[in-house]
């Protein structure tokens, strides 16, 4: 099976431009090709998880990724896939994104010298001189055209901006500059980017003729990648700060049935055999399956020892081991307690288990909060300093969210 081959049974693909040319230049390792992420906060989440796959998964072909940051395009909303405009960010905010960014993206891709690049689109769009974009890159794009495109028409009822207006020209511009320069000669993006990267090899062959070599791939970013980067709570990031291994391990832990394969195909690196033969599974072998999943996933972004305590942690608490060496913890202080005491609500929002006091009445009076393994139903209860004791408490909210307590 040729590598292309192979990233279509594992459902990666959506559409593409010049499919043969793409096949001889990926199955061969000779393509150079970029995705963009948008530094809106200083984490990756999963929903980048698909790209960083696909990133590896082509470089050790001998492929040549370029992770494009939008230090430019971050400056001003993106439109696509949304019905509101983006918050804006100050510069300094999105540098800061921009290093967190490098430092995630190293874990997958190998940006030794000549083997990958991280590149800012800041050091060319903000330095562009207006009246230089109208004359060069305005006549190469149709105003007609752009309005047809799906993520132009979700705004225009509510309003579009001109502002967001000026973003597919801004993306079609990375394209472009990023061929002159490094001889980027492929860009891959999700569903709602199409109609921008389409925007991209369009200028590419307005300005450098039409035998510029420029290529386009579309894939599922948007509609599986995107979805699966997002919970009830919010976006599981891939900082352990901001999401630990255990609940980064859970919450694959958690995928529905119907995903765990689908999961298993387009994320993890198991060979597809072996993938193929739980096809089939049913019952106690999908938990296998998912246990699988969640481990294979954790050990790539959080390294292998994190994923064995993440894997013995949640056998310990969810198959009755009792053992909570392995639980993510919140550590109070002394501080924390008045009188010897601290109150649940307060507890539950520390420990990250609830968003605000309000939220955990609700969880603590619906019956969805326990102590090992005590249901509490007061939300005027308290814990106090000596029952946590030096072993520790654990607190559950609902079935899956779950946090040791312990005091410094």
Request: proline share 3%; with cysteine; aromatic share 8%.
């Amino acid at each position: 099976m040729t590598l292309y081959d192979e990233l279509v049974e594992r459902g990666l693909i959506a559409q593409v431009t010049d499919e043969e040319e793409i096949k001889e230049l990926i199955n061969k390792g000779e393509a150079t090709f970029y995705i963009g992420f948008d530094p809106t906060a200083d984490s990756l989440h999963v929903g980048h998880f698909m790209a960083l796959c696909l990133m590896k998964r082509l470089q050790a072909a001998g492929n040549k990724p370029i992770a494009l940051v939008g230090g430019g395009t971050g400056l001003i909303g993106d439109p696509s896939g949304r019905t509101d405009m983006r918050q804006m960010l100050t510069p300094e905010m999105i540098d800061h994104n921009v290093e967190c960014f490098k430092k995630q993206m190293s874990r997958f891709i190998d940006f030794s010298e000549g083997k990958a690049r991280i590149v800012n689109n800041k050091d060319w769009l903000c330095d562009l001189n207006y009246m230089e974009v109208l004359r060069e890159v305005g006549p190469h794009f149709s105003v007609n055209r752009m309005l047809a495109a799906e993520c132009y028409k979700q705004r225009m009822e509510k309003g579009l901006t001109f502002l967001e207006f000026n973003y597919m020209i801004m993306q079609s511009y990375d394209f472009y500059m990023l061929y002159q320069k490094y001889g980027c000669n492929m860009q891959f993006g999700g569903d709602d980017q199409w109609s921008n990267m389409l925007g991209g090899t369009e200028l590419i062959r307005r300005k450098l003729g039409k035998d510029a070599y420029a290529m386009t791939i579309n894939l599922l970013l948007n509609s599986e990648g995107k979805k699966m980067g997002k919970t009830q709570s919010g976006a599981v990031w891939l900082d352990p700060e901001k999401t630990s291994p255990f609940d980064f391990y859970q919450y694959w832990r958690n995928v529905s049935d119907d995903d765990v394969v689908k999961c298993l195909k387009m994320l993890t690196f198991l060979p597809l055999d072996e993938i193929r033969a739980m096809e089939s599974w049913e019952g106690s072998q999908l938990n296998e399956a998912k246990d699988i999943l969640a481990y294979e996933l954790t050990k790539l972004v959080h390294g292998e020892e994190e994923a064995e305590k993440a894997r013995k942690g949640a056998k310990d608490l969810f198959g009755g081991g009792g053992d909570s060496a392995n639980m993510p913890e919140t550590l109070l202080t002394e501080d924390d307690f008045e009188d010897g005491k601290i109150g649940l609500l307060n507890l539950l929002v520390k420990a990250g288990l609830a968003p605000s006091n309000g939220e955990a009445r609700r969880n603590v009076q619906q019956g969805g909060v326990s102590i090992d393994g005590e249901k509490v139903s007061d939300p005027r209860a308290t814990v106090t300093r000596e029952s946590i004791g030096e072993k520790g408490i654990v607190i559950k909210r609902g079935k899956k969210k779950f946090m040791k307590i312990v005091v410094k």
